[in-house]
């Protein structure tokens, strides 16, 4: 296993990608997603423009709500009081697959039995499982109903994390379980390494101010697990993904009219890979 070290003005930090054992919990402060090809825009504050922008989007639309807003590749986003100094190098996994969350937003009943619906879809599939906070908790996700959109932090950050999810658009099965993957530690597909050998990026067809949404990661800073490039998996980009003129933004070199990710629920490779990840055994 090689070791890389990275310097910035703050931080230097071990890029070490290994599977965690179940009775070390300090194996789950790495091998998470590289972030650092982001800098330091997966910081920021939520906003009402991006807010706005889900709310006029609709089930007829060619985008997906969580690419929809002004941060970090659309829906990324640390929020300054995390308190993170230098950019995100790695992010953590939660112990043992155990996310503690709660609701601390304007969720109706039926609101919270459909993310409630949409978690069990980890648990049947995969040995994640999230479970009410409880007193004792140290690091959960809180989620909100705010009108800024779809979004989260990618893996543990530490303390209590936000996770919002605006109803009711943001509460369709995709951006659910796309913003659940992130919380987990998943990164966005369209930005691995070898993409170029799968995708083409169409530069000239995305939003100005949007470009660095498909930089690619630096493939001896990050880890594909061994699996294929997916192009059904529910954190890849649908192919109009942040167009400024309606036409392509990505498109699969073998076949330029494959529709891009899905709305239905995890790929083969997401389970797979959520299962290697985190050491599952079913």
């Not at 167009?243 to 899905?262: E, F, Q, R, V």
Request: proline fraction near 4%; hydrophobic fraction near 30%; aromatic fraction near 12%.
């Amino acid at each position: 296993m090689f070791k890389f070290m990275v310097y910035f003005s703050v931080i230097s930090v071990h890029l070490i990608h290994c599977l965690p054992s179940k009775n070390n919990t300090e194996d789950y402060d790495k091998g998470g997603a590289d972030l650092s090809y982001l800098g330091r825009t997966v910081f920021g504050e939520p906003n009402e423009e991006s807010g706005k922008r889900v709310e006029q989007w609709n089930k007829s639309s060619k985008v997906n709500p969580e690419e929809l807003g002004s941060y970090a590749e659309g829906d990324i986003l640390f929020p300054n009081d995390v308190r993170r100094n230098g950019v995100i190098s790695e992010t953590a996994r939660w112990p043992n697959g155990v996310v503690p969350y709660n609701f601390d937003g304007g969720y109706s009943k039926d609101q919270r039995e459909t993310i409630k619906t949409l978690m069990m879809e980890f648990h049947k599939a995969t040995c994640i499982r999230f479970r009410m906070f409880e007193p004792n908790d140290t690091s959960w996700i809180s989620i909100t109903n705010d009108k800024t959109g779809c979004w989260s932090a990618v893996g543990r950050t530490g303390g209590k994390q936000t996770l919002n999810l605006q109803a009711p658009d943001c509460l369709q099965t995709r951006p659910t379980m796309h913003e659940l993957l992130h919380a987990i530690g998943f990164g966005h597909e369209h930005t691995r390494s070898d993409r170029d050998s799968h995708i083409t990026i169409h530069w000239k067809n995305i939003k100005e101010g949007f470009k660095a949404a498909f930089m690619k990661t630096d493939k001896h800073l990050s880890t594909n697990f061994g699996f294929p490039y997916d192009y059904n998996s529910l954190v890849h980009y649908s192919n109009e993904a942040l167009s400024k003129n309606g036409k392509n933004t990505i498109t699969a070199k073998k076949d330029p009219n494959k529709a891009l990710g899905n709305n239905f629920g995890f790929s083969k490779y997401d389970v797979e890979k959520i299962n290697l990840m985190y050491n599952c055994t079913k």
